[in-house]
């Protein structure tokens, strides 16, 4: 029972759900509808745009499952990701999006590198790593009612452990880094 539910946290909150829904709102407590649009736009690039590519390069056998359990085939998908987040981040800069998405699209890049640096070495836990960014983003920007954002980071930290796709570290290691670059590039605000 406890792998069939993390089966289920694992991929109801896989980093691409999270950004759906986490930067729109993130955009709409920063500046409303259109805040929450760029939010969107955000999340098209840096989450939506990078399943994509998985998706097409598990159909073609490039990968083994959509969660690269190889972390030595994840360097393709974190250059797309990187595209991806440099790509949103020019673009909110040059469309005056509210500064709380140029943070998350500047965070988001900096998880990247982080990711690629760090995966040839060590397979730290990408949905977590994502998910503990997402969580101080969101209690940065909306306060006390940000609170089940870190509760959901916690939840996918464990289900990553529950499932065997990553130890303890390499879990907690993944939530810890993202929240500490996620501080760090909200910390200007």
Known sequence: ?????ARTV?????PRNLLLAGLPMLGWSAAGAPGAAWGLFTAVFTGLLPAWFIAHGVRRGSWTDRHIADRHQRTAVFLVILAGSAVALATLRLGHAPRELLAAAGCLLAVTV????????????VHAMVAGALAAMLLHTLGPTGWPAPVLAAAVTWSRVTLGDHTRAQALAGAATGAALALLAFAPL
């Open 10 to 14: 694992t991929d109801t909150l896989q």
């Open 1 to 5: 029972m406890p792998a069939r539910t």
């Open 114 to 125: 982080t990711l690629l640096a760090v995966t040839p070495l060590w397979k730290i836990s």
